[in-house]
């Protein structure tokens, strides 16, 4: 029998071809608009490193000045002081550290027909590549020698890389960088977690910024006093140099420790206090504020990655459904009610009201499932013009199987909650009425 009522289902599109697209365009954009916003929200709000995010860990110490501080406040700043995150490297005290920063560079190509151009990046320490797991496509991350030695080394994008010398390898091959000459040691390949991480480490120019294009040491872009890209607590009388970054208290290193196990992180937070109560007591730190630790879930939510806005966005879109849904009530109505002559023929015919309750059911699931596929088909064309406004923004344009499964349930779920009041009544039809009228 459901087999029957399937079949008269799409016979049934094709009756009012007119008032059935407008049913299925009605259902299609109010699902389309609600998963585009969940696929997004989902993506923003999502575990970007699962497997290790209780293990990577922020610290956050106040070095704020004493003026206008109220004991208990939370700190002003999220990032640390340049003394602070060279204390924290050299005391070794988790499985691996990192710390850096956003930069700025003049990249001069030695393809004659490219001409200067200026490009970001990060400079971050060699633990940096696998604390957070990124992949290379050709060689890989400098060493902990490097590090110390300060050395001219620098790793690509693969979109730089490609740009600079095409399909090739480039691992060897010296590259001017701000008048200075670096040695090639990898290119990254894609990197999915690249536009989550960008909010995780606080990138200031938005949740979905480019991908950095080249990666060059943390002690290298010190010496080379590369223009620092993004946020800074420095008054501007400061200089770029390394004696300048010493001396001074500017708060503009973002700092990530990987433990061995999310045991650890009372350990670390012990050392943590302890540090800050000795810089105390050198005069460094003024304020008693919490010194804190924040994991990467914990740091998502610190940085507000969700915002209201975002979660408006999404209420927004389901509440654009409902509206849809509302619509689609009318339409069916108006789609069921012409239709009165043919109930009243087939109840005289003996049919009950329960299987004209579920023709007209598997009637508006089909419209259901159609309205899904083209659902699902303008979904897919929303996150696509999405993406092309940003290339970090590639990762979003993917929906897994889940979100599928999810687009079309809910385009059928909603046609059917739609599709009740008109099915039921279209079952109160009177046949002697009916037949008495044609």
Known sequence: MFQYYFMLGLRSLRRNPALTALMVLTLAVGVAASIATLTILHVMSGDPIPHKSDRLLVPV???GPLAGYTPGEEPNDRQLSYRDANNLLANKVAERSTALYGISVAVEPARKELPLFNARGLAPTSDFFNMFDVPFRYGAGWSPAEDKAAADVVVLSRQLAEKLYGDSDPV???LRINSQQYQVVGVLDKWNVVPRFHRIIGTPDGAFSDEDELYVPFATSVRHEMQRNGNSSCSSDIAPGYQAYLDSECTWIQFWFELRSARERGALQDYLNSYATEQRKLGRLQRQAPNKLYDVREWLDYMKVVGNDSKLSAWLAFGFLILCLVNTVGLLLAKFSVRAAEVGIRRAL???????FQQFLIETTVIGMAGGLLGLLLAFGAL???????KALTVVAHMDWLMLLLTFALSVLSA???GLLPTWRACQTTPALQLKSQ
């Open 61 to 63: 110490i106040d070095n």
């Open 172 to 174: 060897g091959q010296r």
């Open 350 to 356: 003996g049919a009950s009201r329960r299987e004209i």
């Open 384 to 390: 696509a013009l999405i993406a092309m406004q940003s």
């Open 416 to 418: 059917v909650l739609a």
